[in-house]
């Protein structure tokens, strides 16, 4: 049975149910040595499962992380400046009196934080009261108010030994639904295939997702079945919806520290872009120690201002929200550098959530003094249309979103055929 507090997180959006009766064969989907044979640049080894069931919950799985070794938190000056002066809006209220309370108490008290951040609604009363023209707000934004403080991520399904058997180089974190099996299954079969690569580099593979909504038709058996197959599931017991992405990515944070402290660089991305691992991982050995230390590279986005036209997605109300947005890197796929997950799971208290997850990460990358970096080789708004179906231009590319399973399927069979000549 769910918990009572999804009933105020965000109704999920309706979406296409083909993906049903595929997903029923999901115990006859197997990896074959046909397709192993398309993988050069992976060893055997990738084959490797461990033998032991690894879905549980979080009651009984989860490692509680010593606080201790979560550093002290020094938030820029930079991030500080471009936001306290814009003190109006609901959002910029908010900042400000957790920047008060930063500032007021011990910075290392970190478990302090957590007592405040219950799954419960927000009054309505106290929202229309602080927000002048909320009624005028859309329905799906008036859920993510009532629940923007929820701090509280109970794990329905857990991988805890995801990190346990050697060094992880890059963790591929995928932002998935439940209904998006085929899509899951595409990654798995081509740039998400975990494994030694070239070079002794471990690779691995997470999903990343909530529960349904109830709208939709009840996943949780086929979710379990996967789970228990793939070993790569994790799901939380919120409603998987796009402005819960920011709860998703909080709750990501903190399974880092209980569960994979130690990984090199993670990719972030959606399960409909096309990565080319190969490339990454060149690029990643290429970086000098202090790049490597301070990473956070990507299709890098300047001098964003929210929209505020009410019938999109994007929309951020000017009573919400004030100011322009801080760089940031393209939510489809970015990699950054996992020593710096502590930090941002840290600051992320102190920075309320928002309603555009990329966005959010560009103000805790910002909060904690790192800068992103360009990379010409992600392209989250896609190449010219001439060229994506050209595997020659995808082997010098890192990502292009977006892409469909079928599509992603082809181009990955003909980067890696032995008739490829570019």
């Not at 965000?10 to 979406?15: K, V, Y």
């Not at 070993?231 to 017991?237: A, C, I, T």
């Amino acid at each position: 049975m769910r918990k009572k507090y999804t009933q105020f997180l965000i109704p999920a959006l309706a979406g296409s149910l083909c993906f049903v009766i595929v997903y029923y064969q999901l115990k006859n989907v197997e990896v074959t040595q046909r397709d192993m044979a398309k993988m050069p640049s992976v060893t055997t080894a990738t084959t490797e499962k461990p033998t032991t069931a690894v879905i549980s919950t979080m009651k009984n799985t989860t490692k509680n992380f010593t606080l201790s070794e979560i550093p002290p938190l020094n938030i820029s000056e930079d991030f500080i400046g471009f936001y306290i002066p814009k003190n109006r809006a609901f959002w910029n209220r908010k900042l400000n009196s957790l920047l008060r309370q930063f500032d007021s108490v011990n910075n290392e008290t970190l478990g302090e934080l957590h007592k405040p951040f219950h799954c419960k609604p927000e009054s309505l009363e106290l929202l229309k009261t602080n927000i002048k023209d909320f009624q005028s707000y859309p329905p799906l934004y008036g859920d993510f108010l009532r629940g923007m403080d929820c701090r509280d991520l109970p794990v329905v399904h857990d991988q805890p030994d995801k990190c346990t058997s050697e060094h992880i180089f890059l963790l591929f974190a995928i932002k998935s639904s439940p209904k998006h099996f085929e899509r899951r299954q595409a990654v798995r079969e081509t740039w998400g295939r975990e494994g030694l690569y070239e070079s002794g580099l471990q690779v691995r593979t997470v999903f990343l997702l909530g529960r349904s909504s109830p709208d939709d038709p009840n996943l949780d058996k086929m979710i379990l079945n996967e789970a228990r197959q793939f070993r790569d599931l994790l799901v939380w017991d919120f409603q998987d919806t796009f402005y819960n992405l920011t709860l998703k990515e909080h709750g990501f944070f903190k399974w880092m520290l209980n569960q994979c402290p130690k990984v090199s660089f993670i990719f972030k991305g959606d399960d409909d872009v096309f990565a080319n691992t190969k490339a990454i991982l060149n690029h990643l050995k290429s970086l000098e120690p202090a790049q490597a230390s301070s990473l956070y590279t990507g299709h890098i986005i300047y001098n964003a201002a929210p929209r505020r036209e009410p019938t999109i997605k994007y929309c951020v109300p000017e009573s919400f929200y004030e100011g322009t947005y801080p760089p940031y890197a393209g939510g489809g796929g970015f990699v950054f550098s996992g020593n710096l997950v502590p930090s941002l799971y840290h600051v992320s208290f102190y920075i309320p959530f928002f309603p555009i997850d990329d966005v959010y990460n560009g103000m805790c990358f910002k909060a904690i003094g790192i800068t992103p970096t360009k990379h010409d080789g992600f392209h989250t708004f896609d190449i010219d249309e001439k060229d994506r179906d050209n595997p020659c231009v995808h082997r010098n590319l890192l990502l292009v979103h977006q892409r469909s399973p079928q599509q992603t399927m082809r181009l990955w069979r003909s980067m890696h055929s032995s008739m490829l000549t570019c």
